[in-house]
């Protein structure tokens, strides 16, 4: 049998800045990521979340301003366009198609720009857009929530949803540049601003015990939207976090089945469905890690102590730890509206053997291949028991 | 200003293997490409072109039979489907729309196996929904055209058409494993067979004057359908070629504007939108390769011995060196129909500057960044008259 081999290696690197004010006119940043000269001007065109551009109204005008102002950047080819931001914008293929037609329309080569600006949602589209057309356009994240800034955001995954599935269309394409402007995070809502923390939570408690100290001893002033220290500090070790998982792992485009960045979600996924997304993805990932906090505890791995501080934390920053869906069709696995069936769905879009990662102790994870689920509804049980004394008293020792 | 760098390095390796009969029951070739045990058993599922299984009437049997025989390899969850081959499967969203759902309804994750069998036009299509499903279901490419053998069925690229521009939306993705097998050659219509020698004429004249030797010399023994002994040192060489550039010239995923292989490409692109796909895609590139050797010999880089002998070569392996849609609009590059539009598209496609591959001599190219469309205009003619005489006498010295 005759045989061929092809094998190469492709380097992949991209910077992540941190910055304020962005398109301010003092503000360098965005003219350090373009060469000083080109033999060959590339494009730039903008997307962003239209209720970014509520908040701050001047941000187009200013983005015009700032190209007019350096002559070291691609041209602007049209005004910046608005998009919704939101799940609704991965829902609907409409809003993919109308990206394409414009960089269709406005010649938008491989070596031209793409700059989404907005939430995870819209950078998820975006992303996806920017990664098959023309096979790849170079793409830049500018995004504006904490969770976006401190996790999906600076990562090299995209997509959109489909067939009502969570991402079931995407690829991995890492960006060009990612710059996280923290003045974007001042006009976020309060819910949002706390959301965004339950990735760094979920981080910190898989690879970090210090962080996670941080995050524990700051509860309250994180979650007191606009306390910008810590939430900057927040935010530039969790994205740190995420990067030296993705980049030092060894796995970047999950060809393997382990996920351990997913620690808490395979839940999370199925509540957002079940609550057709009336909650926030990082609300259903506090509740996702309360809940395989609760499993880690019930199994032996986590002591009582460390569980009780997990959740009294998680409580601290205002997260719910329990919501009617989690508990709904529990006793029923194979009901489709049971957060079990979120088990299943989990392993077919990682494909592989099923992984779920769980505590050994605070700041360290750990993989097991099976689940008990009569042990996991013992352990909503006890999240709902929780909650409701919660309400009454906050204090955990009590329950 | 603060920053953090993302920095890493993936590696990819595939296997191309080439055979006859591969899903007869003796040929071992398919079971080993999977492991000999698993922990998980994976899915597989197979997308066929409807006009191969018309030829090999008992192939679906024989792969079920096979899957039956062989315990080592993956699920096979559904008899093979058929889909349409050719440019209309990239033209209408709705054929990898059917790819999707099929993904959806069998559940084939990540760790699953597509099988694409047929040409070039089925593959690129069903590799664009492997690569973006889930984000990457592994795909095995199983061309059944020498073009497809040679040249496209074996790189990391993958396409459909959108809004009627080739190749619009796309990735890079490298397939899991290729197999080669020559015995669906031999039911290739004529015209098949003959064009996708076009690659190998292209890839010999910009890398490797013996392997065009090779072509110059057994034209009539390769032109004759299935004369199979020179075809397979064709396929092997061609690929092999092709295969050194794509892993060893530094740039697999196509980030700069370079692009050698695509020699003769600008116009093969545009002749095959302006004949709606009435020529082939080799037929095309034929006539392409005439017209930038042509332009090499006007500019004063080839020498006219070489220009006459690879004009010959073309003629002698049976291709046509010019068709009414080359000049029509020619005096005219602004038309849209003329195929100088063709020159802009690629470089919109490409983006960066213009580059185009000519040649210095045979088995060396040469890139250029700009062209002079008067002297173009000048090889249209050239190549019209040349190609009127040929009809009345086959030997190039008398033009």
Known sequence: MKFLTQKFTVNF???IFFTENLFEKTNLTFTKIFPQTYEF??????????????????LTQQIESYFQKYNNLPELV???????GGEIVKNNTEYLKQVYEIIERHKICRHSYIVGLGGGALLD???FAASTAHRGIKLIRIPTTVLAQND????VKN?????????FLGCFTPPFVVINDFNFLKTLKKRDWIAGIAEAIKVALIKDKDFFDFIEKNAFALKSPYNMEPMKKLIYRCAELHLNHIGKSGDPFEKGSSRPLDF???SAHKLEYLTTYRIRHGEAVAIGIALDVTYSYLLGLLSKKDW???LNTIANLGYKLYIPELGNFAQNPDHNQSIFKGLYEFQEHLGGKLTIMLLKEIGCGMEVNEVNIKVYQICIKKLELFSKKLNEDTNLQTV
């Open 13 to 15: 690197e991209y910077p």
């Open 41 to 58: 001007k590339p494009k730039i065109i903008f997307f962003i979340d239209y209720e970014v551009s509520i908040a701050h109204t001047i």
């Open 78 to 84: 049209s005004k910046p366009l608005l998009i919704p």
């Open 125 to 127: 589209m975006i992303g």
């Open 152 to 155: 999906s955001g600076i990562g």
């Open 159 to 167: 997509a959109i949803n489909f067939f009502h599935k969570k991402n």
């Open 264 to 266: 808490g979600h395979w």
């Open 308 to 310: 009780q501080k997990i």
